[in-house]
């Protein structure tokens, strides 16, 4: 069982940029695809990037591409979100998830385990 930890959540102005972190424990995930997704208030859970084991490949939502980077540390069984150029719309409970030693994906049916969230705020 693989437990995660967000954290690096907080409030920012637009334009500004914030950078979370999912550590894991329990069991290396070096060999599972994450993922970051985020979900506002009344809206359902938004895929927002997802990185492959070996951190080779990775994939994007629309509305965070070429602002967002994801990238992960499998010595430091960490994952991290890198958000710059933070808008209002980015406001949301972000949530990190892993697959069970399968490649990336999109949707949250396909991912076995959960962080519990860290909030990020940006005021206009």
């Known amino acids: 069982q693989v437990q995660l930890v967000e954290s690096g959540g907080g409030l920012v102005q637009a334009g500004g940029s914030l950078r979370l972190s999912c550590a894991a424990s329990g069991r290396t995930f070096s060999s599972d695809a994450m993922g970051w997704f985020r979900q506002a208030p009344g809206k359902e859970r938004e895929f927002v990037a997802t990185?492959?084991?070996?951190?080779?490949?990775?994939l994007y939502g629309n509305s965070v591409k070429g602002r967002f980077t994801i990238s992960r540390d499998n010595a430091k069984n960490t994952v991290y979100l890198q958000m710059n150029s933070l808008k209002p719309e980015d406001t949301a409970v972000y949530y990190c998830a892993g697959r069970l030693g399968a490649g990336m994906a999109v949707l949250t049916k396909d991912y076995d385990y959960w962080g519990q969230g860290t909030q990020v705020t940006v005021s206009s």
């Open positions: 990185i492959k084991w070996n951190g080779g490949s990775t």
